[in-house]
């Protein structure tokens, strides 16, 4: 039966957010099916446009308060865009009392676009995309307004098994916040759809009563086009990173100490392609990398992104230190059957049950004792599965739970 989708989200199309990028994929997959899919998000650096319409995707979007921030920021006055930007990290405290709730105004707004929506559009699913609570609660509100419309939660995220990201909220207060609202979203809505990496949180006597309510689901990011990827035959050694290199979130300053060694013996560079904190930037420079070894190429499209993951010998995968936290950029990389190196800063990182499932894959903890070590593993690895791909038939069969399919699958069963 053909449906009437919304998905109120963070973040849609142009540079989205890793979670707007699964609702991309899936929302592309439901039109597929043959359903109508109407998107609910926000206004970015990117686009300030109300409504469009993207691949027979409606998309409408809403102002935030970071509209007003960057308008400022780019007055021209230094000293301005100074003054307002502290003001903004003040009224971001004086909302502490809210927490887990960042933005007031976003929900109102996502609220009463979302009133319209539904009796314009005709819309009989909700589906709430769990980062913001913001995004969550206006589709609880919505979906409590009308009965009729069925609900769903997809937490891509963790939500009290999730870091905290206030630094003025003790974490055992964040969490406590977190099983409220988690509880009560859990009433309202008909389904809650957490990922399988989540199952810890989840699997305990807490959540007993809202057992039947909770069916797991997983990133959806495997690549589901019919593109063959080739192997790269050049004798450069090419590493490829997709995605935000910072500190404190895909941080390769582990990885760089060993590539300075490496590249001493074999030749190889490392591309990135996404975005890139000062803090990296300047370990680079230091290092004598930048723009020598080490290119940065900035955000890129994906129709670009064909041509990379063709170009790539190796994908590089940096694990978080949350036990939740599973880089997606992992599926897209397992998607086109080539060697993955994967650097983990926990023994239960996330990503280890995939990458491990999959073959192709090194997995090494970070210890700087081990490094020299870690150099001639990375050789040989590489020198062992430079003509090895993995077909893409393999692929989809191991990892039908990461096909947008699963999720569209999930949606027209249940309800």
């Known amino acids: 039966m053909r ?20 609702v991309e994929k899936v929302a592309k997959e439901l039109i597929h099916q043959g359903d109508n899919v109407t998107i609910l998000t926000l206004k970015n650096q990117e686009t300030k446009k109300n409504f469009e319409c993207i691949d027979g995707v409606n998309v409408f979007r809403v102002n935030t308060y970071a509209e007003w921030r960057v308008l400022f920021s780019n007055f021209g006055v230094n000293m301005i865009s100074r003054v307002v930007s502290k003001i903004f990290k003040l009224l971001k405290n004086i909302f502490v009392p ?20 539904i009796i314009n559009e005709q819309i009989d699913t909700i589906v709430a995309v769990y980062r913001d609570f913001e995004t969550a609660m206006s589709g609880a509100l919505l979906a409590k307004k009308y009965p009729r419309v069925w609900g769903v939660l ?35 809505f008909d389904i809650f759809c957490p990922m399988k990496s989540h199952k810890a949180v989840y699997d305990t006597t807490l959540y007993n009563k809202y057992r039947k309510k909770i069916k797991y689901l997983d990133i959806p990011n495997l690549l589901s086009d019919e593109y063959s990827y080739n192997i790269n035959q050049d004798s450069t050694v090419n590493f490829v990173f997709t995605g935000m290199l910072t500190e404190s979130n895909a941080d390769c300053r582990f990885f760089l100490k060993i ?16 975005g890139i904190s000062n803090g990296i930037k300047n370990i680079l420079k230091e290092m004598k990398l930048w723009n020598r070894n080490v290119f940065f190429h900035g955000r890129v499209s994906q129709e670009d992104l064909i041509n990379i993951r063709n170009q790539a010998t190796v994908f590089l995968n940096f694990g978080n230190e949350h036990s939740c936290g599973i880089p997606c950029k992992i599926f897209e990389y397992m998607s086109t059957g080539k060697m993955i190196l994967s650097f983990s800063k926990i023994k239960d990182d996330a990503s280890t049950p995939y990458l491990e499932k999959y073959g192709n894959a090194l997995i090494l903890v970070e210890d700087d004792k081990q490094i020299e070590r870690y150099v001639k593993r990375i050789n040989e690895f590489i020198t062992q599965n430079i003509g090895y791909q993995i077909s893409k038939k393999d692929i989809n069969n191991m990892f039908y739970e990461n096909t947008p399919k699963a999720f569209s699958d999930m949606i027209h069963l249940d309800n």
């Open 259 to 274: 590539f300075k060694i490496y590249i001493e013996k074999e030749t190889a560079v490392f591309n990135i392609y996404g």
């Open 154 to 188: 997809y937490s891509l995220d963790a939500i009290s098994g999730g870091v905290c990201s206030n630094q003025f909220v003790p974490e055992n207060v964040h969490k406590k916040k977190c099983q409220k609202w988690e509880k009560y979203f859990m009433e309202t």
């Open 98 to 117: 809210l927490h887990p709730f960042r933005s007031p105004g976003v929900l109102f707004n996502l609220y009463f676009l979302g009133k319209r929506i």
């Open 3 to 22: 449906k009437n989708i919304l998905f109120i989200t963070e973040s849609y199309h142009y540079a989205p957010s890793p979670n707007g990028n699964c």
